[in-house]
């Protein structure tokens, strides 16, 4: 497993000490870049996407509240893997605690499960991420994590909700 999420979680975690601001920017982008099945959405409004040094495609608001990180994950030994499996590797991997609660949920439509996570960093700031996890294939995962900070407004829980909502998916029937 890569270490995937932990750009997001530090990325907000950095941004409670200082007064970070990323370029705004509109536009279409894919997890991954070429190939297929690739996840897309549009940069929102006002936020910041690029690719990590992995190559995961990670979206920022513009106030470092919200992070959306989008991955396509390929390894044969998932196969014989639950997502609960894949996912408590990918937690870990990535440098946060294991997932205290999991419920169904999906991706652009596609069914799958998604695992919470939170980081305290004092007793009054944390940063929770919520994993979504698809099996596109027997070796195949889409990733989808919503990172966020906590005291988020409803305008800012909405608007990061409805970013995600938007992703679809290219190359798979």
């Known amino acids: 497993m890569r270490r995937f999420l932990l750009g997001c979680v530090v990325a907000l975690g950095v941004s409670l000490a200082v007064g970070l601001a990323p370029d705004a920017g509109a ?6 870049k ?5 996840m897309v959405l ?6 910041t996407a690029e690719y990590d040094k992995n190559g995961n ?3 920022y608001s ?3 509240a919200r992070c959306i990180h989008l991955g ?6 998932f196969a014989a893997k639950s997502l609960a499996e894949i996912a408590a590797a ?3 991997d990535g440098g946060l605690p294991p997932y205290s609660r999991k419920h169904e949920s999906s991706i652009g439509g596609r069914a799958g499960e998604a695992f ?37 407004t409803a305008a800012q829980e909405a608007q990061i909700d409805d970013a995600i909502r938007r992703v679809r998916f290219e190359g798979i029937q």
């Open 62 to 64: 513009a106030d470092f």
């Open 42 to 47: 549009e940069v929102p409004a006002g936020w």
């Open 116 to 152: 919470f996570s939170k980081v305290n960093y004092s007793e009054h700031v944390s940063v929770s991420t919520l994993l979504v996890l698809v099996r596109l294939s027997p070796s195949t995962v889409a990733s989808l994590a919503r990172v966020t900070r906590e005291g988020l």
């Open 72 to 77: 396509m994950m390929v390894d044969d030994k």
């Open 34 to 38: 070429t190939g297929e099945p690739a």
């Open 57 to 59: 495609l990670e979206y």
């Open 90 to 92: 990918s937690l870990k």
């Open 27 to 32: 536009q279409l982008m894919r997890q991954p």
